[in-house]
T-cell receptor, first 114, second 110 residues
Framework: EAGVTQFPSHSVIEKGQTVTLRCDPI?????LYWYRRVMGKEIKFLLH????????ESGMPNNRFLAERTGGTYSTLKVQPAELEDSGVYFC????????????FGPGTRLTVL | GQNIDQPTEMTATEGAIVQINCTYQ??????LFWYQQHAGEAPTFLSY????GLEEKGRFSSFLSRSKGYSYLLLKELQMKDSASYLCAVTTDSWGKLQFGAGTQVVVTP
């Protein structure tokens, strides 16, 4: 069974540019989560999809971040325009069920904004 | 506020035992997870506790006391490959959103 995959693995962009991160969850997993780790801090929740619907986006920092999951399969997270403080590692995770089910994480996308 | 605290770093010798403590103060509780993360890789699931007590899985065990807001991860017969960051994470609702501690870097020395 293929795991959660993320693309790209690394992205270096300049302040003001746009970047789109992609996550492919494990096939059949309805739940997809985005998290972020800023240097020196803990991993923090960004948002949660159930199939194609946003169930919880309380962790999204501001309206420069837009997440989509059209068709309930892969998801994209777009940052536009990127700011210096957006640098960090963006993780995606998926699970079949909810609270008690294991979330399987992707390797993350390391975003550097210069 | 909500806090999940764990030590920053622990060092132990190959073959030894290490216990990583995690204390939490959250507005709700629906389970506690431990993940292992090697540098540059995905966090991988180690254990899940929702009821008080000890869960044993091979060389790794995890304990939970909900009344004390406390958990620990016990790593036995340490191997060099166990050098990694260990993340304590709590889910506070039925939707599975995880709140993480900052992670404990375990260094295993020969």
């Amino acid at each position: 069974e293929a795991g959660v995959t993320q693309f790209p693995s690394h992205s270096v962009i300049e302040k003001g540019q746009t970047v789109t991160l992609r996550c492919d969850p494990i096939s059949g997993h309805d739940n997809l989560y985005w998290y972020r780790r800023v240097m020196g801090k803990e991993i923090k929740f960004l948002l949660h999809f159930v199939k194609e619907s946003k169930q919880d986006e309380s962790g999204m920092p501001n309206n420069r971040f837009l997440a989509e999951r059209t068709g309930g399969t892969y998801s994209t997270l777009k940052v536009q325009p990127a700011e210096l403080e957006d640098s960090g590692v963006y993780f995606c995770a998926s699970s079949q069920s909810l609270a008690g089910d294991t979330q399987y994480f992707g390797p993350g996308t390391r975003l550097t904004v210069l | 506020g909500q806090n999940i605290d764990q030590p920053t770093e622990m060092t132990a010798t190959e073959g030894a035992i290490v216990q990583i403590n995690c204390t939490y103060q959250t507005s709700g509780f629906n389970g506690l997870f431990w993940y292992q993360q090697h540098a540059g890789e995905a966090p991988t699931f180690l254990s899940y506790n929702v009821l008080d007590g000890l869960e044993e899985k091979g060389r790794f065990s995890s304990f939970l006391s909900r009344s004390k807001g406390y958990s620990y991860l016990l790593l036995k017969e340490l191997q060099m490959k166990d050098s990694a960051s260990y993340l304590c994470a709590v889910t506070t609702d039925s939707w599975g959103k995880l709140q993480f501690g900052a992670g404990t870097q375990v260094v295993v020395t020969p």
